[in-house]
Every structure is written in structure tokens, then in C-alpha cells.
């Protein structure tokens, strides 16, 4: 697996879709494979910028595990124009891919210690990659904690996979939804609540917190609360992408760029700015 | 006055004396190179830049008044050349076109293949190019080609690029490049550089080589050695120009101030002012916000990526997930002065502003970036995040 | 009645509390199972009891009519279930059903309500244990209601 050489940061490169699976009524996961070349190398947290033919780009970060061959697995919900197109793509059409770009998940820094994965909605995706990693060094880190929310049961993402990960001995997994019928048996109420319930030494723990903004500011405050230090923990920020590489102005965030600042932040640098009105 | 031929001097910052005939002789030097000659002229009352060929080309006996929110050209009672400040236009119109196609995407029976346009770069001379611009285009060239990810485009045409800068003397009615450190006298980044003189000894320029090229091309014109008289003429001009500013930043620990006073009740003075018109960012020669279009002919068979200028103040600017973060003309104002003055210093190191005036005078209600910053510092510190009124005294 | 007091005060409710004060709520408590679908209570049922969850979860949730019930909250070890007794009209808002199988401390509101009355040390104590509880859960609530989530109307 080598690094694409590309000339100009503004062309994209043609991916052929290979696998799609559609997760729930709304995302599907796709996998892509460069028509020539190989894929390039990624880090857990990372982005690609998707062009459907004659219709436009959109950001969507790599849900796959950076240690296996093949193609990028990219999962995207359908939110727009492109992000719609995208979910109704199926095995043997063409997109565009320009990336991989940003800043990644601190993996690496966290290793030695407990590790918090707290994800919201569709924000396991960014986290998936980093759960991989985190996964196939296990004895690199103590109690490792996944903590997931979500609307509602059928929405859950990635249900067989969080499943065989609960199985596991030394992966803690807990699961709540906004809202339930009757047949639900887990937990509802929002993500936040798990972390109460999470076994894990904030002291020192690195978390990991993906999902919509307002659950990110929410999650954070309160694994403050519990005793995680607000520089151990990151977040996945999101703004309006055009060029992805730090030169169209628009994913500006305060004095950062989104695309190359970010996504993946560390919470204290931004607490502050998180909280303003309209930043 | 005769020009005599001195001997070829390779220095690179000689200093000579140009007539009028060797300005002409300059524009046609670089015309011959294949350079397009682009320098100021006027039109639809304005002094813009555009191509230039003759020295009947140039604003000769023109002047601006300029103040916020108002731009006239006025007849001058002499023939200078270059007796006037900025007008709307900055070179970034060249150097970062409005409106730039990427790449074309062309149906395959299995997909689709991108090409980029095979559009020969063109090579400009930008004749007349003032210190703060010299400054701006030195941001731009921080932005677009010394990040990780270069603009390819910006790169080429900057490549070739021959400047002529000259050296102001007129202080334009909304000019502050003395409070930015960015002139009036042009220090870096030209090859050659202009002081017109114009008194009872004649009409005549110091020129100035600032480069090499700059060098080699003044030793083909015709020039005269610079005397001491026409040296210290020019910087009594540089002298005059820098005394006669008309704004004044305080730039003492502006980044902070903005940064820290996000909340401040000052942006809903400015916001009921601000039509979000974006003109500011459109005359700016630092702004480089641009967006992208992606068509498609009818056939379906062609798609295309084009790229324009963009601004802070539309609408969609800041769009994600059905919404614009920044619906407010107050938050995108704030948005636009606190990158301006303030996050540009932690992305690119230096301020994004020049002091060139040109956002106050095409402002079509005369907001003045220098006393928008001046009432955020003049009035109390407010707390963070809170839209009440809580005097810290000081913390 | 000893055995239950230290059941009771070992509840995370009940931490840190005046130890003359024990008695007086232990004196209200009783022991409480629930099998799975069982309910604790019903909205609209008089508020007389607040229940210490010691193991289990309940899930409180609104049945509209015509419709299955949506479930808003589950409570689980360590947590109450009911603070309506303590505001008037003293009456449950909500249904509360067993999970699977929980064991509770039900403790009678009238009992307590009336103690609390009488001795304002209690109710203080009382009071500030609800309170941020309700205060959390109106956070949450909220953030439920925001549908972070859901897709945004365009």
C-alpha cells in the first residue's frame, strides 16, 4: 500500500465502488478501490473529499481499518445532494476521491492508559478506524471502553459489529438510545449517562468523542465531570468543506482550519469557542 | 536632457534616474520580453488595472479622494503619473483569477476520467504596484503556496511575475499602511521600484532595482545616474506620503482584544450598520476565500469544476447539515475583522491587513475597520460567552 | 428494622446523609420486587412512593393513545425512580416498568413528606439530593428533545 503521487491537490482520482451494505434506512457503507494505484496509506480520524460525477464533493471521513488491504471503507448517511447520491451508488460505479486529509485520533498518545470511545449517531464511523487500532494493540492499553448512542434501536450503527465487540473480555461496551418502544430491553436516555457506568480510571484516561456538535459539548463537560482531564480529550469537528486542504477559507473554525487543524480537536484548545454563538 | 549609456552594473539594488521616455522604453522592454504589461488606467471613473501599452495608458494627471464609503477621481493641476492611491481593484485579480476552472470530468464506458485545462500560464508585469500591495501579495504567497498543499495555478502565474512597484505619493484619503508597517515605501518583493518626481527639474522617476531581473532589465533602458538630490527629493516625498495617513490601527495586542471579546455588544452596533454585502472582501488584496461549482453539460457526458471568489458574508458560506452556522450579519462581520486582524496572526503569523483602505472607502455605508477595532479596545472588556453586562475591572 | 436502614443508607441516594436522620426514612421504607413487565407505577397514580433502584432497570416511559409506549428513560442501579412525590399534586407522570428483574426500597411519600414537614433538616437533606437530579435529567431531556441525531428539516 503506497502513496498516490498526485500532482494537484484539486484533481480527484477515479475509485471504482466495490461492496455496498446498506446499514440503516438512511447510511450505507461503501467500499472504494483506486482504478489505478493503490490506496493510500490513512490514519484513524481522517477524511476524503467524494465527488459524484457532475454533481459535487462532500467530506466523509474513512470508516475502515487502516491495517487491512484493500480499498477505503467509507460509511455516509443521506444528508444533501452529494451525500444522497453517494447512498444510492452500487458496486461498479466511479467516484472521485481526493484526500486523505486532517489531523488524526491521538492513538498513539493514549497508549498506556484507559481509552474512552464515545460516539453519537453517525459519529461511530470516524471513531471505527480508531477502535481497529486501539483493538489490534490491545496490550498497549488499559480498560478500554466503548460507549454508543443513538436515536432510536433502528438506528443503531454498526449493530453486529458492537455485538461481537461486546463479547469481548476486555472491550466494555454499553449502548443507549434517545427513545424506545417497548421491546427494547438496553438502556435510553442520552450518552452521557454511560459514563457513570463505564470502569474505567479517569486519571489519565484519553477520550475519544464523535457525534453531532451538540452531543460532542455535552459528552465532553461530562467527562470532565467525571474526572478526565480536558486535555486528554478529543473531538471530531465538522464546518462547510470546499477545498479540504486549507486554501478556500470556509471550514475556519476561530483561527483554525477544520481541514487541516482538524477535524479531530483537542477539546481544551476549543472549549471556549465551542460555546459562542454562531463562531 | 540627454540619456547616456553608463556601464552594464549587474548590483541588484542600483539606483538610477528615469525620464519619461525611459518609462516608456520600460513598458516596452517588458512588453518585448512577453510579459502582459498590466498597470493602473482609468475607467467608469475609477483608476483599475488593465493592460497597458503606451504611456498615455496611465491615469497621467489623475487623482482620487477617497474616505469611507466614498471614491471620486479628480482632475490634478499637473501630469503625474502615478498621483494617486489605490483604486477597487488589487492584483489578486490576476494572481487569483474570480473565476478559475479546475478540471473537466469526461464519461468512460466504466466511469468517468479528469483532465486539467492545457491553458498556457500567462506572464505578468504589474506596473505600479504599491508597498501595501507589495505586502498583500507576499500574504497571498504565505496562503496559497507556502502551506502543505500548494494552489498549482497561483504558483505558475506567480512564477514568472515582474513588478514594478512604485512608491506612493499621495496618501489616499483611507490609507493606514503606517499604523501595518507596509509602507509607503516599498522595502521587498519588487524588481523595480518607482519614485515619480515631478517639480521645477522635471518630470522624471528614481527607479530602484530590486532583483536581478530588476537589474538586468534598468541597465538596457535609457537611464542617468541617480543624483543626490533626486535621492533625497524621493524620500522626502516616501516621508510626506507616510505623515499625511489618515486612519490610524492600533495593532498593540489587537489579536488578543478581538479574540477574546467574541460576544461583545459592539458587533450589534456594526451589525445594524453591515448590509453583509461582502464588497469589503471582494476589494481586499488578501482575501482568498473562494468556492467551488460543479457542472455538467446537458449530454451528461462533461462535468467541470470551477472555482470562484467566495465571501465570509453570503449566506451559505458557513452551510453544513441544512444550516448556515453564521446567520447573522453580526457573527459573519465578526467572522470577517477577527480573521482579518486577529486568527490570520496564528494561521499565516502576520496580520491579513494592509492598511490600503479599500474595505472603508467601497463600504456603501463607510464602515471603517480601523474604528470598529478602536470602540471593541475603548470600551469595557466583556466577559465571554455571557451576553450580560459584567465589568471584570480589569481581569 | 436495622437491616434495612443500612440497606437503605448504603443506597448512592441516601450518600452522606446525617446519621440522626437514618431512623426517620428507614422508618418509611419496604423492600419491593419487580418481575420484567412489571409495573412500579402508572401515570397518574397518586405519588405515594418513591422507589431506590438497588439492581434491575426500569423503563419510564408514555403510552399515547393508539400507539405503543416510547420509552424516554431507563433507570438502573443506583438510581431513584420518582421525585413527583415531593411536588404537589403528588402524582406520577409517567409509567415505570420493570425490565427484567429489579429489586427496590420503596419508601412511602406520605410518611416521609409529613416527617419532612415536621423537621426541616430532613427536608433540606431531601431536597438537595432531588435537585440536581432533576436538574440532570432536565439536561438530558433536553438534549433528547434537540433530536441530535435526526436529520435537519431543510
Same mark, same amino acid.
Given at each position: 500500500?503506497?502513496?498516490?503521487?498526485?500532482?494537484?491537490?484539486?484533481?480527484?482520482?477515479?475509485?471504482?465502488?466495490?461492496?455496498?451494505?446498506?446499514?440503516?434506512?438512511?447510511?450505507? *457503507?461503501?467500499?472504494?478501490?483506486?482504478? &489505478?494505484?493503490?490506496?493510500?496509506?490513512?490514519?484513524?480520524?481522517?477524511?476524503?473529499?467524494?465527488?459524484?460525477?457532475?454533481?459535487?464533493?462532500?467530506?466523509?471521513?474513512?470508516?475502515?481499518?487502516?491495517?487491512?488491504?484493500?480499498?477505503?471503507?467509507?460509511?455516509?448517511?443521506?444528508?444533501?445532494?452529494?451525500?444522497?447520491?453517494?447512498?444510492?451508488?452500487?458496486?461498479?460505479?466511479?467516484?472521485?476521491?481526493?484526500?486523505?486529509?486532517?489531523?488524526?485520533?491521538?492513538?498513539? &498518545?493514549?497508549?498506556?492508559?484507559?481509552?474512552?470511545?464515545?460516539?453519537?449517531?453517525?459519529?461511530?464511523?470516524?471513531?471505527?478506524?480508531?477502535?481497529?487500532?486501539? =483493538?489490534?494493540?490491545?496490550?498497549?492499553?488499559?480498560?478500554?471502553?466503548?460507549?454508543?448512542?443513538?436515536?432510536?434501536?433502528?438506528?443503531?450503527?454498526?449493530?453486529?459489529?458492537?455485538?461481537?465487540?461486546?463479547?469481548?473480555?476486555?472491550?466494555?461496551?454499553?449502548?443507549?438510545?434517545?427513545?424506545?418502544?417497548?421491546?427494547?430491553?438496553?438502556?435510553?436516555?442520552?450518552?452521557?449517562?454511560?459514563?457513570?457506568?463505564?470502569?474505567?480510571?479517569?486519571?489519565?484516561?484519553?477520550?475519544?468523542? +464523535?457525534?453531532?456538535?451538540?452531543?460532542?459539548?455535552?459528552?465532553?463537560?461530562? =467527562?470532565?465531570?467525571?474526572?478526565?482531564?480536558?486535555?486528554?480529550?478529543?473531538?471530531?469537528?465538522?464546518?462547510?468543506?470546499? +477545498?479540504?486542504?486549507?486554501?478556500?477559507?470556509?471550514?475556519?473554525?476561530?483561527?483554525?482550519?477544520?481541514?487541516?487543524?482538524?477535524?479531530?480537536?483537542?477539546?481544551?484548545?476549543?472549549?471556549?469557542?465551542?460555546?459562542?454563538?454562531?463562531? | 536632457?540627454?540619456?547616456?549609456?553608463?556601464?552594464?552594473?549587474?548590483?541588484?539594488?542600483?539606483? /538610477?534616474?528615469?525620464?519619461?521616455?525611459?518609462?516608456?522604453?520600460?513598458?516596452?522592454?517588458?512588453?518585448?520580453?512577453?510579459?502582459?504589461?498590466?498597470?493602473?488606467?482609468?475607467?467608469?471613473?475609477?483608476?483599475?488595472?488593465?493592460?497597458?501599452?503606451?504611456?498615455?495608458?496611465?491615469?497621467?494627471?489623475?487623482?482620487?479622494?477617497?474616505?469611507?464609503?466614498?471614491?471620486?477621481?479628480?482632475?490634478?493641476?499637473?501630469?503625474? =503619473?502615478?498621483?494617486?492611491?489605490?483604486?477597487?481593484?488589487?492584483?489578486?485579480?490576476? %494572481?487569483?483569477?474570480?473565476?478559475?476552472?479546475? $478540471?473537466? !470530468?469526461?464519461?468512460?464506458?466504466?466511469?468517468? *476520467?479528469?483532465?486539467?485545462?492545457?491553458?498556457?500560464?500567462?506572464?505578468?508585469?504589474?506596473?505600479?504596484?504599491?508597498?501595501?500591495?507589495?505586502?498583500?501579495?507576499?500574504?497571498?504567497?504565505?496562503?496559497?503556496?507556502?502551506?502543505?498543499?500548494?494552489?498549482?495555478?497561483?504558483?505558475?502565474?506567480?512564477?514568472?511575475?515582474?513588478?514594478? /512597484?512604485?512608491?506612493?505619493?499621495?496618501?489616499?484619503?483611507? +490609507?493606514?499602511?503606517?499604523?501595518?508597517?507596509?509602507?509607503?515605501?516599498?522595502?521587498?518583493?519588487?524588481?523595480?521600484? %518607482?519614485?515619480?518626481?515631478?517639480?521645477?527639474?522635471?518630470?522624471?522617476?528614481?527607479?530602484?532595482?530590486?532583483?536581478? /531581473?530588476?537589474?538586468?532589465?534598468?541597465?538596457?533602458?535609457?537611464?542617468?545616474?541617480?543624483?543626490?538630490?533626486? #535621492?533625497?527629493?524621493?524620500?522626502?516625498?516616501?516621508?510626506?506620503?507616510? @505623515?499625511?495617513?489618515?486612519?490610524?490601527?492600533?495593532?498593540?495586542?489587537?489579536?488578543?482584544?478581538?479574540?477574546?471579546?467574541?460576544?461583545?455588544?459592539?458587533?450589534?452596533?456594526?451589525?445594524?450598520?453591515?448590509?453583509?454585502?461582502?464588497?469589503?472582501?471582494?476589494?481586499?488584496?488578501? +482575501?482568498?476565500?473562494?468556492?467551488?461549482?460543479?457542472?455538467?453539460?446537458?449530454?451528461?457526458?462533461?462535468?467541470?469544476?470551477?472555482?470562484?471568489?467566495?465571501?465570509?458574508?453570503?449566506?451559505?458560506?458557513?452551510?453544513?447539515?441544512?444550516?448556515?452556522?453564521?446567520?447573522?450579519?453580526?457573527?459573519?462581520?465578526?467572522? $470577517?475583522?477577527?480573521?482579518?486582524?486577529?486568527?490570520?496572526?496564528?494561521?499565516?503569523?502576520?496580520?491579513?491587513?494592509?492598511?490600503?483602505?479599500?474595505?472603508? *472607502?467601497?463600504?456603501?455605508?463607510?464602515?471603517? #475597520?480601523?474604528?470598529?477595532?478602536?470602540?471593541?479596545? &475603548?470600551?469595557?472588556?466583556?466577559?465571554?460567552?455571557?451576553?450580560?453586562?459584567?465589568?471584570?475591572?480589569?481581569? | 428494622?436495622? @437491616? %434495612?436502614?443500612?440497606?437503605?443508607?448504603?443506597?448512592?441516594?441516601?450518600?452522606? =446523609?446525617?446519621?440522626?436522620?437514618?431512623?426517620? #426514612?428507614?422508618?418509611?421504607?419496604?423492600?419491593?420486587?419487580?418481575?420484567?413487565?412489571?409495573?412500579?407505577?402508572?401515570?397518574?397514580?397518586?405519588?405515594?412512593?418513591?422507589?431506590?433502584?438497588?439492581?434491575?432497570?426500569?423503563?419510564?416511559?408514555?403510552?399515547?393513545?393508539?400507539?405503543?409506549?416510547?420509552?424516554?428513560?431507563?433507570?438502573?442501579?443506583?438510581?431513584?425512580?420518582?421525585?413527583?412525590?415531593?411536588?404537589?399534586?403528588?402524582?406520577?407522570?409517567?409509567? !415505570?416498568?420493570?425490565?427484567?428483574?429489579?429489586?427496590?426500597?420503596?419508601?412511602?411519600?406520605?410518611?416521609?413528606?409529613?416527617?419532612?414537614?415536621?423537621?426541616?433538616?430532613?427536608?433540606?437533606?431531601?431536597?438537595?439530593?432531588?435537585?440536581?437530579?432533576?436538574?440532570?435529567?432536565?439536561?438530558? *431531556?433536553?438534549?433528547?428533545?434537540?433530536?441530535?441525531?435526526?436529520?435537519?428539516?431543510?
Amino acid at each position: 500500500m503506497g502513496a498516490a503521487a498526485v500532482a494537484d491537490p484539486f484533481v480527484p482520482l477515479p475509485y471504482r465502488v466495490g461492496r455496498v451494505r446498506r446499514e440503516t434506512r438512511d447510511i450505507t *457503507t461503501l467500499e472504494l478501490t483506486p482504478v &489505478a494505484g493503490d490506496r493510500p496509506d490513512f490514519q484513524p480520524g481522517q477524511f476524503n473529499m467524494l465527488y459524484v460525477f457532475g454533481v459535487g464533493e462532500v467530506a466523509i471521513s474513512v470508516s475502515g481499518d487502516p491495517a487491512v488491504d484493500g480499498g477505503y471503507i467509507h460509511t455516509v448517511r443521506d444528508v444533501g445532494a452529494v451525500s444522497g447520491a453517494i447512498a444510492k451508488l452500487h458496486a461498479g460505479a466511479t467516484v472521485g476521491v481526493r484526500g486523505p486529509y486532517g489531523t488524526p485520533w491521538p492513538v498513539e &498518545a493514549a497508549d498506556g492508559g484507559d481509552v474512552v470511545f464515545v460516539a453519537g449517531g453517525l459519529g461511530l464511523a470516524p471513531l471505527r478506524p480508531a477502535i481497529y487500532h486501539v =483493538l489490534r494493540r490491545r496490550d498497549r492499553y488499559g480498560r478500554v471502553v466503548l460507549l454508543y448512542g443513538t436515536r432510536s434501536p433502528a438506528d443503531i450503527l454498526f449493530r453486529q459489529e458492537l455485538e461481537r465487540w461486546r463479547r469481548r473480555l476486555d472491550l466494555e461496551v454499553l449502548v443507549t438510545v434517545d427513545r424506545a418502544d417497548a421491546g427494547w430491553r438496553g438502556d435510553v436516555g442520552v450518552v452521557p449517562r454511560l459514563i457513570g457506568r463505564a470502569g474505567f480510571d479517569p486519571h489519565g484516561t484519553v477520550g475519544m468523542v +464523535c457525534g453531532p456538535e451538540v452531543m460532542m459539548r455535552f459528552t465532553a463537560t461530562a =467527562l470532565h465531570d467525571a474526572g478526565v482531564a480536558n486535555d486528554h480529550i478529543y473531538v471530531s469537528m465538522e464546518r462547510n468543506m470546499k +477545498c479540504a486542504i486549507g486554501l478556500c477559507g470556509h471550514c475556519q473554525f476561530g483561527p483554525d482550519f477544520v481541514c487541516k487543524d482538524g477535524p479531530v480537536m483537542r477539546y481544551d484548545r476549543i472549549a471556549d469557542i465551542l460555546t459562542v454563538r454562531e463562531i | 536632457m540627454a540619456d547616456v549609456e553608463p556601464p552594464i552594473t549587474m548590483q541588484e539594488n542600483m539606483q /538610477a534616474t528615469l525620464s519619461r521616455e525611459g518609462l516608456r522604453a520600460l513598458i516596452e522592454a517588458l512588453a518585448a520580453r512577453g510579459y502582459q504589461v498590466l498597470g493602473p488606467t482609468v475607467r467608469d471613473g475609477a483608476i483599475v488595472y488593465d493592460e497597458i501599452a503606451k504611456l498615455a495608458d496611465l491615469p497621467a494627471g489623475w487623482t482620487d479622494q477617497q474616505d469611507a464609503g466614498r471614491y471620486r477621481l479628480e482632475r490634478r493641476t499637473d501630469e503625474a =503619473l502615478f498621483g494617486y492611491a489605490v483604486g477597487p481593484q488589487s492584483w489578486r485579480r490576476f %494572481l487569483h483569477p474570480p473565476i478559475e476552472r479546475m $478540471w473537466q !470530468a469526461h464519461r468512460t464506458p466504466d466511469g468517468f *476520467t479528469v483532465t486539467t485545462p492545457e491553458e498556457a500560464t500567462p506572464k505578468f508585469a504589474f506596473l505600479g504596484v504599491r508597498s501595501c500591495e507589495l505586502h498583500a501579495i507576499a500574504i497571498q504567497d504565505k496562503v496559497l503556496i507556502a502551506g502543505p498543499y500548494v494552489d498549482t495555478g497561483y504558483q505558475r502565474r506567480r512564477l514568472d511575475n515582474f513588478i514594478v /512597484a512604485v512608491n506612493c505619493g499621495e496618501a489616499g484619503g483611507t +490609507c493606514f499602511c503606517v499604523s501595518m508597517n507596509t509602507g509607503p515605501k516599498a522595502a521587498a518583493g519588487y524588481d523595480l521600484a %518607482l519614485t515619480e518626481l515631478l517639480d521645477d527639474d522635471g518630470h522624471r522617476f528614481l527607479i530602484e532595482a530590486g532583483s536581478v /531581473a530588476g537589474a538586468e532589465l534598468l541597465a538596457t533602458l535609457p537611464h542617468l545616474a541617480a543624483m543626490p538630490e533626486d #535621492i533625497a527629493a524621493a524620500d522626502a516625498v516616501v516621508a510626506r506620503t507616510a @505623515g499625511s495617513m489618515g486612519p490610524q490601527l492600533d495593532t498593540a495586542g489587537l489579536k488578543e482584544l478581538l479574540q477574546s471579546n467574541p460576544t461583545h455588544p459592539h458587533w450589534d452596533d456594526v451589525a445594524a450598520r453591515c448590509l453583509s454585502c461582502g464588497n469589503c472582501t471582494m476589494v481586499c488584496p488578501t +482575501c482568498f476565500c473562494t468556492t467551488v461549482e460543479d457542472h455538467s453539460d446537458l449530454t451528461g457526458q462533461t462535468a467541470e469544476r470551477v472555482r470562484k471568489w467566495d465571501s465570509c458574508f453570503t449566506a451559505d458560506y458557513s452551510y453544513i447539515h441544512g444550516g448556515s452556522v453564521r446567520t447573522e450579519t453580526k457573527s459573519r462581520y465578526r467572522q $470577517w475583522i477577527t480573521h482579518k486582524l486577529a486568527s490570520w496572526v496564528d494561521q499565516f503569523g502576520t496580520s491579513g491587513c494592509v492598511g490600503c483602505g479599500r474595505c472603508m *472607502t467601497w463600504c456603501p455605508v463607510g464602515i471603517d #475597520i480601523t474604528v470598529e477595532a478602536a470602540a471593541i479596545r &475603548a470600551a469595557p472588556k466583556r466577559s465571554r460567552g455571557t451576553g450580560q453586562e459584567t465589568d471584570h475591572g480589569g481581569a | 428494622m436495622e @437491616g %434495612l436502614e443500612r440497606i437503605v443508607l448504603a443506597h448512592p441516594f441516601f450518600a452522606g =446523609l446525617e446519621a440522626e436522620l437514618g431512623p426517620l #426514612i428507614s422508618g418509611c421504607a419496604r423492600n419491593h420486587r419487580f418481575d420484567p413487565g412489571q409495573y412500579l407505577a402508572h401515570e397518574g397514580d397518586p405519588a405515594d412512593e418513591f422507589f431506590l433502584i438497588r439492581h434491575g432497570k426500569v423503563a419510564l416511559e408514555i403510552l399515547p393513545p393508539g400507539q405503543q409506549p416510547i420509552v424516554f428513560s431507563t433507570e438502573g442501579e443506583g438510581a431513584i425512580v420518582g421525585t413527583s412525590w415531593l411536588v404537589p399534586p403528588y402524582r406520577w407522570r409517567f409509567d !415505570a416498568r420493570a425490565v427484567e428483574l429489579t429489586r427496590a426500597i420503596g419508601i412511602d411519600a406520605r410518611c416521609l413528606r409529613d416527617k419532612c414537614e415536621a423537621d426541616p433538616r430532613l427536608g433540606y437533606a431531601m431536597m438537595k439530593r432531588i435537585a440536581p437530579i432533576l436538574a440532570r435529567r432536565l439536561t438530558e *431531556t433536553r438534549m433528547q428533545i434537540l433530536d441530535v441525531y435526526g436529520k435537519r428539516a431543510k
